[in-house]
């Protein structure tokens, strides 16, 4: 079992940067795939990016590459999601999940909320 909670959403104007942080307890965090989605009023649940058990392996959406940037720290249990050159269209509530593959996720946090003014 894992718990995970996310941290670190807000208001940011367009073009500004915010860092989101997923911290993890339970099992040890070494041992999964962390990713992040996001879900907009009225849309889906998308992929955002992941990050493999190491913290090498990296995957991003083609909506984010270039701007965002995961990192995974197994010693502290964190993933982090920094954000930068915002656009309004990254406004959703941001998850962080965790799974024993790149497309299986067992585990998710309860969301933080990202709202990007244009």
């Known amino acids: 079992q894992v718990q995970l909670v996310e941290s670190g959403g807000g208001l940011v104007q367009a073009g500004g940067s915010l860092r989101l942080s997923c911290a993890a307890s339970?099992?040890?965090?070494?041992?999964?795939?962390i990713g992040w989605f996001r879900q907009a009023p009225g849309k889906d649940r998308e992929f955002v990016a992941a990050?493999?058990?190491?913290?090498?392996?990296?995957h991003y959406a083609d909506s984010v590459k270039g701007r965002f940037t995961i990192s995974k720290d197994n010693a502290k249990n964190t993933v982090d999601l920094q954000m930068n050159s915002l656009k309004s269209d990254d406004t959703a509530v941001y998850y962080c999940?965790?799974?024993?593959?790149?497309?299986?996720?067992?585990?998710w946090g309860q969301g933080t909320q990202v709202t990007v003014s244009s």
């Open positions: 339970g099992r040890t965090f070494s041992m999964y795939v």
């Open positions: 990050i493999g058990r190491s913290g090498i392996s990296t």
């Open positions: 999940a965790a799974g024993v593959s790149w497309r299986d996720y067992n585990y």
